[in-house]
């Protein structure tokens, strides 16, 4: 029984080669009527502004998936230095949070053939995307779903996080 919870977690989180399971698990949703809400991003380092945000998405509908982009597509998108947290540790928080149903990994460095492997009701990003600019929100609309682009929580910034942290590192006269 201890180990319940941890493999609620598990259960929670989509490899990119368990294309097969993740469709089982969007029928078995749409069977009973189910609204599917989509949003992804890279996670790395999990804050209240992600947080918010996928709180707020989960609001939008009845299953919230999130495609979370693998450790290459991060380094190809953020650079060598990230992600600082490992997948299985970026899907692991996610998969912690209530509200989450599904954890999607992908490799490529957009979600778009994840996107259409779900077909979402609502497909959610940040307002610091514009509605036309965002991947896979023709195919979500022409498919008869919504694109929604929810408010940021200010102050929060995986960016500029990493940066506090080394410059108090090296203002603070702490060894790299």
């Known amino acids: 029984m201890t180990h319940s919870k941890h493999r609620h977690l598990e259960t929670k989180i989509f490899a990119p080669d368990n ?50 982009n693998s450790d290459d597509s991060v380094r190809r998108l953020k650079g060598s230095l990230r992600p600082l947290n490992d997948q299985h540790a970026r899907a692991t928080m996610l998969a912690a949070l209530s509200f989450v149903h599904v954890i999607a990994l992908f490799e490529d460095d957009t979600p778009e053939n994840l996107i259409r492997t779900i077909v979402p009701d609502v497909l959610v990003k940040g307002g610091d995307y514009r509605s036309d600019n965002i ?18 929580l200010q102050g929060y910034s995986t960016t500029d996080l990493v940066n ?13």
């Open 19 to 68: 294309r097969q399971g993740l469709r089982r698990m969007i029928r078995y949703h749409q069977f009973f009527d189910r609204s599917i809400v989509f949003t992804n991003g890279c996670f790395d380092v999990l804050h209240a502004g992600h947080v918010d945000l996928l709180s707020h998405a989960a609001d939008l509908g009845d299953v919230l998936i999130v495609g979370l």
């Open 135 to 152: 991947v896979g929100a023709g195919f979500v609309r022409q498919n008869g779903g919504r694109v929604v682009t929810l408010p940021l």
């Open 164 to 176: 506090k942290i080394t410059n108090t590192r090296n203002t603070d006269g702490l060894k790299e």
